[in-house]
């Protein structure tokens, strides 16, 4: 496996300095922010797209570092309805196959995004339990919007034999292995599949390496990011909405347009935490022998995200849990 890290965590420091990071834990791959929520500190994109020079010297600075460019991140809404975040990201994901092309990198991680309920609609409409023929309708009206969006996205990435890995993230249209797989064969793609991020399915009470064997090879890509199911759950459930708005005197990141992330809620359901603190190596070992089982040169991107820890602790941990999985897949 390729194991490496998705850099937004280090996007505190450039890219040079972060690949000395990702090599002094021993890891040989990394993932790169070209758009969508966060900015892109980490490529210059329009050097790398105008000049073949620069693209080069760009692979350049990942070969002295001795790690690989694995796949690129537009993770963002391109389906959103408010044009000022819907235009913004939907051109980064398109721009994002033409930088892969130019860097020859075969991997793109995006969201699937989600439109309102209606057309007119102000705000995305996530429907996860659609008991209400109401319901249907919104649904329908939403895929209807997706599948056009898709089909051209997937046109454009076959054009360039480039494959966009789906993270299979809750309040968008793609949340599971079921939408993964309607959106596939609705668009009929050959180039969307699905990057396995186990996080986001098991606070949905998903069991990864099941769906890694459910979508076989429409897995194309991985991230190692792990989620703490906490006591609260038992009284709170997993759909916990005690968020908190962010007033514009406090410190808080802009996700697009006039919207930003809330504050998560205290004694929270669940926690994203670094790779071994919500699920122990025997997990993570089978989680990497189903990948291998799919593709044995599979990226493989630690994400972190766990709060608890600092940057670099954080991928620390997730990095020696990650060792202690390969070692123990080869034995």
């Known amino acids: 496996m390729k194991l490496g890290v998705y850099t937004a965590i280090l996007h505190d420091r450039d890219l040079s300095a972060a690949l000395e990071v990702i090599r002094s834990l ?38 002295a570092a001795e790690v690989e460019l694995t796949g690129l991140n537009v993770n963002g809404n391109a389906l959103h309805p408010d044009p000022e975040v819907r235009d913004k990201h939907a051109a980064d994901l398109r721009r994002s196959i033409d930088v892969a092309a130019a860097l020859g990198v075969s991997r793109i991680v995006a969201m699937s995004g989600l439109p309102g309920g209606h057309p007119g609609a102000a705000a995305p409409n996530w429907v996860v339990n659609p008991w209400d023929s109401a319901y249907l309708d919104i649904l329908d009206y939403q895929w209807d919007v997706a599948v056009p969006f898709w089909k051209d996205i997937n046109a454009r990435a076959a054009d360039h034999d480039v494959k966009v890995a789906i993270e299979m ?55 190692a990011k ?44 669940w926690d994203f935490v670094a790779v071994g603190r919500g699920h122990d190596i025997d997990f993570w070992t089978r989680f990497l022998r189903a990948l291998d089982a799919v593709d044995p040169d599979m ?3 630690i994400e972190h995200e766990d709060v608890e820890l600092g940057r670099i602790e954080g991928l620390q941990v997730a990095a020696d849990t990650l060792s202690k999985a390969s070692t123990a897949l080869r034995t």
């Not at 050097?47 to 073949?52: E, F, G, H, N, R």
């Not at 668009?187 to 599949?193: C, E, K, P, Q, S």
């Not at 802009?254 to 004694?267: A, D, H």
């Open 26 to 63: 021993g890891l040989t791959g990394a993932e790169i922010n070209v758009g969508g929520f966060i900015g892109t500190p980490h490529i210059p994109i329009e050097d790398v797209l105008s000049s073949t020079a620069a693209a080069e010297d760009y692979l350049g600075l990942f070969a």
């Open 169 to 223: 993230h809750p309040q968008n249209l793609v949340f599971n292995p079921a939408t993964l797989i309607r959106l596939v064969e609705r668009t009929g793609a050959t180039h969307v599949g699905a990057e396995m991020d186990p996080s986001h399915l098991f606070w949905q009470g998903i069991d990864p390496v099941a769906a890694i064997e459910h979508l076989g090879d429409l897995v194309f890509h991985a991230a």
């Open 226 to 269: 792990d989620t703490r199911i906490n006591e609260t759950c038992k009284v709170n459930g997993v759909l916990d909405d005690r968020f908190r708005r962010l007033g514009p005197e406090e410190e808080r990141t802009s996700i697009g347009g006039r919207y930003f992330v809330n504050e998560w809620p205290r004694n929270s359901s």
């Open 299 to 301: 990226a493989v991107n």
